[in-house]
């Protein structure tokens, strides 16, 4: 019999009608990126309708499963996850040698989709469980070893972008669970090395921040020695690094850096999205009317670019809408992540709201030149399947906290 403190609450409103809104912008900017004479784009639109329908089904049985049964086959669904992973590496399909998708008849499945809510999964069980002491270095390297997994599966693909966001979820999951902000920022610190590690003066002026803060966290030499060598040996690597990545992958993050000037490629991409976000005005050019749009200037303007599509057609006003729709549902997941009584119905949302909002800042980012290309979609607007049903699972696990936010398990 369920306590007067367990009883389920309402569906939170606010987070259901910003995820309603931003389908329905996704759908309209779709259906004009995708207006032409060309079969194969106008049945996307199609296609993403039917998405729509299947991932609503999908999401109303997430939003009723309790919370309780993902905690127990968490790690279940972690290993399922993997095996597709390697399994997509010998049978996927792609063009240049890429292998992501499984093609299923009509249908192309993203098993890096499905392994993002099932690391997910694992690592908020995994932070979840009884006398978990993150001071302990051995369970911080455990929690990164979850993620790291499915993570360089996905680089083997190569899809650097998609192995990002899991990278982006686990620190924000660990300080939920009470990790210090010390020993988050010598977790970033190597991050810091590796980016600052292509200029001499740049390594210099980030191993000065780095051995400030530790003299300053008066931590004593035990601390200071051993984070000390292993930013220096980072510095080092980073050369070796470099030489691994894929040409395309070192352009983008050149031309990203200002370092390369690439009009015709990536900068035409990100150049092209600029002119028509800009073009745009406070209230748009119209519906189907963009001009960069219809003449299909945009690159990728149904799927990566679709802001830009936005950008043009609805203006500052339908940006600003997009966006606040995001803010609002983000907002309502850690009040929900806040108010929840399960650590680990709480980390689940922290997560699934981390893994949105890497998406967002990347991919509106990237169509203003401030990110780099990393063809990461933007949640719920960009054409998509995988990604589509992806997004509205996490959007039910939110909900389905929220719903038993007083219910301990």
């Known amino acids: 019999m369920i306590r007067a403190d367990e009883k389920l609450s309402g569906y939170d409103a606010w987070i259901i009608v910003a995820t309603a809104l931003l389908i ?25 309708v039917i998405w729509v329908f299947l991932g609503i089904i999908v999401a109303s049985a997430v939003v009723l499963m309790p919370m309780k049964w993902f905690y127990q086959y968490a790690y279940v669904l972690y290993g399922i996850s993997i095996l597709l992973l390697v399994l997509v590496l010998f049978l996927g399909k ?16 993203q098993p890096s989709e499905v392994a993002k809510i099932a690391t997910l999964f694992a690592l908020a069980r995994y932070l979840s469980e009884e006398n978990r002491n993150l001071g302990q270095i051995k369970e911080v390297l455990i929690g ?8 360089a599966l996905i680089v ?18 660990m300080y939920w669970t009470g990790l210090s902000l010390f020993s988050v ?3 970033i610190a190597p991050a810091i090395t590796l980016v600052s590690a292509f200029t001499l003066k740049t390594f210099f002026l980030a191993m000065l921040l780095i051995v400030g803060v530790m003299l300053l966290s008066r931590r004593g030499l035990k601390v200071l020695i051993p984070n000390f060598l292993i930013n220096i040996g980072v510095g080092v690597m980073t050369p070796i690094l470099w030489a691994k990545l894929h040409a395309y992958q070192k352009k983008r993050i050149l031309t990203f850096l200002g370092l390369e000037q690439d009009p015709r490629g990536l900068g035409y991409q990100v150049l092209q999205s600029k002119v028509a976000i800009g073009s745009g005005g406070v209230f748009g050019k119209g519906w189907k009317e963009g001009t960069q749009t219809q003449l299909r200037f945009l690159p990728e303007q149904h799927t990566d670019f679709i802001f830009s599509v936005v950008g043009e057609e609805f203006g500052f006003v339908g940006v600003l809408l997009v966006l606040t ?21 709480s980390l689940v949302v922290v997560g699934a709201a981390i893994i949105i909002t890497f998406h967002v800042v990347v991919n509106t980012g ?11 979609p933007l949640p719920f607007l960009s054409y998509g399947g995988s990604s589509l049903l992806a997004n509205l699972i996490l959007i039910a696990l939110i909900l389905n906290a929220g719903r038993r936010k007083f219910q301990y398990f």
Request: aromatic share 14%; net charge positive; proline share 6%.
């Open 325 to 345: 729709a995001f803010f609002v549902l983000l907002w309502r997941a850690f009040n929900i992540a806040a108010e929840s009584r399960s650590r680990f119905s």
């Open 144 to 151: 990164f070893v979850i993620v790291l997994v499915p993570m």
């Open 156 to 173: 083997k693909e190569p899809d650097l972008g998609t192995a990002l966001v899991f990278a982006a979820m686990v620190l924000p999951m």
């Open 185 to 187: 920022f010598l977790l």
């Open 366 to 376: 990237m169509t203003v030149g401030i990110m780099p290309v990393t063809g990461l």
């Open 24 to 48: 329905f912008m996704g759908l309209m900017a779709v259906y004009s990126a995708t207006l032409t004479n060309n079969p194969a784009l106008q049945n996307n639109f199609v296609k993403q």
């Open 94 to 109: 792609g063009s240049g040698g890429v292998h992501r998708w499984f093609i299923l008849g009509p249908v192309r499945f």
